[in-house]
């Protein structure tokens, strides 16, 4: 039985983390793990998680609020290739917006960006409930999900 949890990256799994990768015809549109990884190093209030089935990392996340506009954000998500096509994405946003609302200090919604071209993730972010709002000045799809 699946039961897909989400575990913070630390000095035990950071490995595995960086080991996992989307389709190539996917790695132009989002960062690797690996970059993700140390990008958080240098953001508050950020914080790079493994989507995991089980004792096994399926997936990662990052989100966190943004030091510029105070929302909060999914700065990446991804599936690994061999998981992709379960429906593990949809179910791994859902995760992310139940701990944002844990941890939520009255923000009104979460935002996050896409490439316009990447209809798996526009499909999987409107089905988590997710509305386009705009093109952003740096090229991605902005979507919101309302609080």
């Known amino acids: 039985m699946e039961k897909l949890t989400l575990k913070s990256i630390d000095k035990y799994n950071w490995e595995t983390a960086i ?12 960062a690797t793990n690996l970059y993700s ?15 995991y089935n089980s004792e096994t990392m399926i997936g990662f996340t990052m989100y966190g609020i943004d030091k510029d506009d105070k929302n909060y954000w999914i700065y990446r998500l991804m599936i690994d290739k061999n998981y992709q096509g379960n429906g593990y994405g949809l179910k791994a946003i859902k995760l992310v917006i139940e701990e944002i609302k844990r941890e939520n200090n009255d923000r009104p919604f979460i935002l996050i960006g896409y490439h316009p071209n990447n209809g798996a993730a526009r499909k999987v972010y409107k089905k988590a409930g997710f509305i386009e709002i705009s093109i952003a000045p740096w090229g991605e799809q902005l979507a919101k999900f309302n609080l």
């Open 19 to 30: 080991e996992l990768s989307v389709n190539e015809d996917q790695k132009r549109f989002i």
């Open 37 to 51: 990884i140390a990008q958080v190093q240098f953001l508050d209030n950020f914080y790079v998680k493994g989507v």
